[in-house]
Each structure stands twice: as structure tokens, then as C-alpha cells.
């Protein structure tokens, strides 16, 4: 967007409202009269003689901040808590509010901007609510969605409806996405035109076809320790060394393959692929962590552990809640 003087501008001061003493007693304020709160609350820390940390920031600055908090978001949402559940939505609410408060300062936009784009978007996309398009199934739904949302790309990049350019459904995926995020996004926008599995079982099968290719190119023993490996080298060159990086990047590929399938059968099964990893990665977490604490109460440190007895206490862990 252009820059330009916003509608309105945060007020510079906080209202009577944003004192909690000033409100009726046992009358809780609308939505309405609590946003405003927090949009004045945020614009007094930014104004002078406010907050020396919050004027320091810029949409640089808190780039990091607005990730960690969606992080922490998902945190709560997982750990049942609807306290903190409620407390980290707000922490998200309010790197919103900061930085569109930052974008108006500048006359980029302001918050009425970012609401109006969501809500005129929202009934844009819904034509089956608003409008007279049918839908009847959620997969009718998401087609639709995915249509609007490419003549909204076509509509944003000067092209007429009808131009004879046709803009990738997955040109829009964030290339800076994580991997194993970006998987998700591909496939679930290709499953939304209809182009998906039938079945749980055709995705295992395929599974199953990925790991078998991965076992035809995967080397007969594992890699070499580094000072084997180095004398290896000294004594293999030429065309030995280009066949061993070939076989290198056939297994890098092949088990990209098998990663992304495995993101598929996610994806298939109603789940998120990352947020799935990550309870898959707290669980190790926590089994590795009473690994060590069992091998040191029995008196050495894990790392100087049989593998045999790291294999028990494995097993063991597994047990444990």
C-alpha cells in the first residue's frame, strides 16, 4: 500500500476506560471498549515520555517476537490450559496493534485499515454466505476459496480476469517458509482443487515405495568414520568421487521424497505436519532426559553408557509419565 495519511490515528493518551478503577463495578466492557483500551494503552508506551524500549521498535525489530508468540500460542493451545491459552492470544493480539501503531506513524496504515482488509476479504470469500455461489461441503468450500484467491493474485498484479497468463495455485507459497511447513502448504492447496489421495492407504503404499527406493541407493554400510573417510579420499579420485557424490545426492533426494510423502500422509489425515513433529520432538525430549538422569542415579553419565543399556533404559523411558 502506498503511503499515505491514515483515517484515523491512535490517540496519544490513554481514555478514563484504561483504568480498570474507573469502570462500573461487575460490569464487564464490550470487545469494542477493551480494543480501544489496548490501542491507547500501546500508543501512550510509543509517545513521548512513554516506554524507551517500545519507541525503539521498528517492524525489524519485532519480527522475532512475532514469531516466538505464535509459538507460545501453540504452547498453550496444547497444554489445555485456557488461561494461558487466553493470555498468549493477547500476547499475539499485541504485536498486531504494535505494528500497525508503528505503520501509522509512518502513514503506511493503521489498525482500521487491517481490520477493514480482513473483514471485506472475509465476506469477498465466502460468496456461498454473502452471496449466491452454492457450497454445501467443506471441499466445496476450499475449491472455491482457492479460486478466489487467485483471481485476487491475477486482480493485484494488473492482470484482467480473462488474461491469458495463468498464475501458479502454489506461486503464492512463501518460499522462506520452513520445509516441512511449505510441504504442508503445497499439498493442502492441491488437495483443494480435488488433486489428493482417496484413501489412507494409497498414501502408506506410497510410503512403503519411497523407503524401498530409498534402500536401493542407500550405501551397504554406513558412512565411514572422518579419518577413514580421509583416507579413502586420498586414494579414490576421479570418477570414484564424482560416482560417490552421485550416490549422495540420489539418497538426499530419495529421502526428501520419503519426508515429504510423510508430510503428505499428515496432511491427509487432518493433521499439521510441524505442530505433529514437534510433539513427536518433546517426546524424545522428555525420554532422553530421564535417560540420563536414570544412568546417572545409577552412577555414570549416559554418554559413557553400553549401548546395550542405553537400548534398556530406552524401553524404559517409554514407561514412564
Same mark, same amino acid.
Given at each position: 500500500?502506498?503511503?499515505?495519511? %491514515?483515517?484515523?490515528?491512535? !490517540? ?12 462500573? %463495578? ?9 480494543? $480501544? ?18 519507541? $525503539? ?10 514469531? $516466538? ?25 499485541? #504485536? ?11 502513514? #503506511? ?11 471485506? !476479504? ?27 484467491? &487467485? ?12 488474461? %491469458? ?17 511449505? &510441504? ?6 492441491? &488437495? ?15 510410503? $512403503? ?6 534402500? #536401493? ?6 558412512? /565411514? ?15 570414484? /568421487? ?35 513433529? !514437534? ?16 544412568? #546417572?542415579?545409577?552412577? /555414570? ?21
Amino acid at each position: 500500500m502506498s503511503a499515505r495519511k %491514515p483515517r484515523r490515528r491512535f !490517540k496519544k493518551k490513554p481514555s478514563a476506560r484504561t483504568n480498570p478503577r474507573r469502570r462500573a %463495578p461487575n460490569k464487564r466492557p464490550s470487545p469494542g471498549v477493551l480494543f $480501544e483500551d489496548l490501542l491507547a494503552l500501546q500508543a501512550r508506551l510509543r509517545a513521548p515520555g512513554g516506554c524507551p524500549w517500545d519507541r $525503539e521498535q521498528t517492524h525489524a525489530s519485532l519480527r522475532t517476537f512475532l514469531l $516466538e508468540e505464535t509459538h507460545e500460542v501453540l504452547d498453550a493451545m496444547d497444554s489445555g490450559d485456557s488461561r494461558k491459552f487466553a493470555s498468549e492470544l493477547g500476547d499475539l493480539l499485541l #504485536q498486531i496493534v504494535f505494528h500497525a501503531l508503528i505503520a501509522s506513524e509512518s502513514g #503506511q496504515f493503521d489498525i482500521c485499515d487491517v481490520i477493514e482488509a480482513i473483514h471485506t !476479504k472475509m465476506v469477498r470469500r465466502h460468496p456461498h454466505v454473502f452471496g449466491d455461489v452454492k457450497a454445501k461441503t467443506s471441499a466445496q468450500v476450499l475449491k472455491n476459496w482457492e479460486k478466489l484467491k &487467485a483471481e485476487e493474485r491475477r486482480s493485484e498484479s494488473g492482470e484482467g480476469k480473462h488474461a %491469458p497468463k495463468q498464475e501458479s495455485l502454489l506461486g503464492s507459497v512463501p518460499r522462506a517458509l520452513p520445509a516441512l511447513m511449505e &510441504a504442508h502448504q503445497l499439498t493442502r492447496r492441491a &488437495a483443494n482443487i480435488g488433486f489428493d489421495w482417496t484413501r489412507l492407504e494409497e498414501v502408506l503404499e506410497k510410503l $512403503e515405495e519411497e523407503i524401498q527406493e530409498i534402500r #536401493q541407493v542407500a550405501p551397504a554400510s554406513p558412512p /565411514a568414520s572422518d579419518d577413514h573417510a580421509q583416507a579413502n579420499s586420498d586414494r579414490k579420485r576421479g570418477s570414484s /568421487a564424482h560416482s560417490t557424490s552421485s550416490a549422495t545426492s540420489s539418497l538426499a533426494e530419495e529421502i526428501g521424497d520419503l519426508l515429504f510423502t510423510a508430510a503428505n500422509l499428515a496432511r491427509f489425515a487432518g493433521l499439521d505436519p510441524e505442530i505433529t513433529l !514437534k510433539k513427536a520432538n518433546r517426546k524424545f525430549t522428555a525420554r532422553f532426559q530421564w535417560m540420563e538422569q536414570e544412568a #546417572q542415579r545409577r552412577g /555414570a553419565p549416559l554418554a559413557d553408557t553400553p549401548r546395550e543399556t542405553m537400548e534398556e533404559l530406552w524401553n524404559a523411558s517409554k514407561a514412564q509419565r
